[in-house]
């Protein structure tokens, strides 16, 4: 039996079809015979589900990922010849109805799901998105438990301990601050996890354990900093990561002004892309301070072109798109194309070559049932869909080039924007 024939008999076992054929018949005379006829599958539109805070404490910051979105949506409206869906569910900016938004979102059975803004609001969607096999793919949030735990959720973004590596190699490689000393919160896991990662990197760069001057924990009982900055200046550190969220930041950095904490350069997370926070920073002449952003601003990428020209036509040329615009307009490219890439990779599959690899009977009835279930309906299941994903390679997108290499987590380049004397001087990235 000829190789053609075979897939052939394998796609109609799969999809229950009982006419026969004779001679060795092409996998695209098959297509048309059967898929163009198909008025279920050509009628049907691909959701994508936008799960966000529309209302609530983060309803501007999901405004922003949501433009990034719908941008992208206005450009590529459509895959497989059918028209995209964004199916919205507010999470109110609170778990609990984040809690009822994703299940009521997963009820209508989209093919991705993006969003959402927000570490806690994003955890809470995981197990539900995980249950479901249901592709996930978070704009912003940088926890690294978000992707970790789950390989059904994705990240657009570079997580946030993946940072505390490129502010070390800005601090000693660029600026050749040798000494170094760190600021958090007590209690704060994910700012601990990236200092724990910003003092290793630093550690290995120097050679030397003494380059890491302290971990300093800042009162929970009181906003004065004074004695905390005063163990910092004794360090001797050239450099000092102050792994806080803008207000605390801004609060910290202007107690290191007042107390003549001025020679250092103070670090800080994308969290710190803040038009408060900068403003302080670039009206005082004395403080030198970087900070993480995403990619865009220095990128110079195609897509890069087509999402700045998306932006200023829809809002004026006077108007800048911020970070995590660009990283959302990537997010729905890449879930477009890992929609298309997962149809095309299983129409060329052997259905019972899959099968027979099965690890039991179950596995296997599962295997044929997902084929048969997205040839029916022209559109790949979620499990198909996240292992395409999970397959992006040198995606350049407006925020940078991402590679998933197999992964959930990206390995994705850092820019970081660097402040001194008020003035924005040249932008580094790393990697």
């Not at 098959?30 to 539109?45: C, I, P």
């Not at 093919?111 to 955890?123: A, R």
């Not at 704060?188 to 760069?205: E, Y």
């Not at 354990?209 to 004065?224: I, K, T």
Request: net charge negative; proline share 3%.
């Amino acid at each position: 039996m000829c190789k053609g024939l075979k897939k052939v008999l394998a796609l109609l076992l799969a999809v229950s079809l009982t006419a026969g054929l004779t001679g060795c018949t092409t996998y695209n005379n098959f297509k048309n015979a059967y898929l163009s006829e198909n008025k279920t599958a050509s009628e049907r539109t691909v959701k994508i589900g936008i799960y966000e805070p529309v209302t609530g404490q983060y309803k501007e910051q999901g405004k922003e990922e949501i433009i990034g979105i719908e941008l992208a949506h206005k450009l590529y409206p459509s895959v497989l010849g059918k028209e995209i869906e964004l199916v919205y569910a507010d999470n109110k900016s609170n778990m609990y109805d984040g809690e009822t938004a994703i299940q009521t979102l997963l009820s209508g059975s989209p093919s991705v799901v993006l969003g959402s803004y927000g570490e806690t609001l994003t955890l809470v969607a995981s197990d539900y998105i995980k249950a479901t096999n249901t592709p996930a793919m978070t704009i912003s949030s940088t926890n690294p438990l978000i992707t970790s735990n789950n390989p059904y959720y994705f990240s657009a973004a570079y997580t946030e301990t993946k940072q505390g590596d490129a502010l070390a190699d800005f601090a000693y490689t660029s600026q050749k601050r040798d000494v170094v000393a760190t600021v958090r919160f007590a209690n704060d896991d994910v700012a601990t996890a990236t200092i724990k990662r910003f003092t290793n990197r630093i550690k290995n760069l120097t050679g030397s354990n003494s380059s890491a001057a302290g971990d300093f924990v800042l009162p929970s009982d009181s906003q004065d900093y004074t004695e905390t900055i005063e163990k910092i200046r004794s360090s001797g550190a050239k450099a000092v990561f102050v792994a806080l969220q803008p207000t605390a930041a801004k609060s910290f950095l202007e107690q290191c002004e007042k107390n003549n904490l001025t020679h250092v350069l103070f670090l800080g997370t994308k969290s710190w892309d803040d038009e408060e926070l900068l403003k302080f920073i670039k009206d005082s002449a004395k403080l030198q301070a970087a900070y993480c952003v995403e990619q865009h601003q220095a990128n110079n990428s195609e897509l890069s072109s087509i999402f700045l020209n998306a932006y200023k036509t829809e809002y004026g040329d006077t108007s800048e798109p911020t970070g995590n615009m660009a990283v959302a307009f990537d997010a729905y490219v890449m879930a477009v194309k890992a929609i298309e890439e997962a149809y095309n990779n299983l129409l060329n599959s052997d259905v019972e070559e899959l099968a027979a690899q099965a690890k039991s009977e179950a596995e296997a009835l599962a295997i044929r049932n997902a084929y048969q279930k997205a040839l029916e309906e022209g559109i790949p299941s979620g499990m198909h869909i996240k292992e395409a994903l999970s397959k992006i390679s040198d995606f350049q997108g407006a925020s940078g080039v991402i590679n998933f290499g197999g992964k959930n987590e990206p390995t994705k380049s850092v820019t970081i924007n660097h402040i001194r004397s008020g003035k924005d001087m040249p932008v580094y990235v790393v990697g």
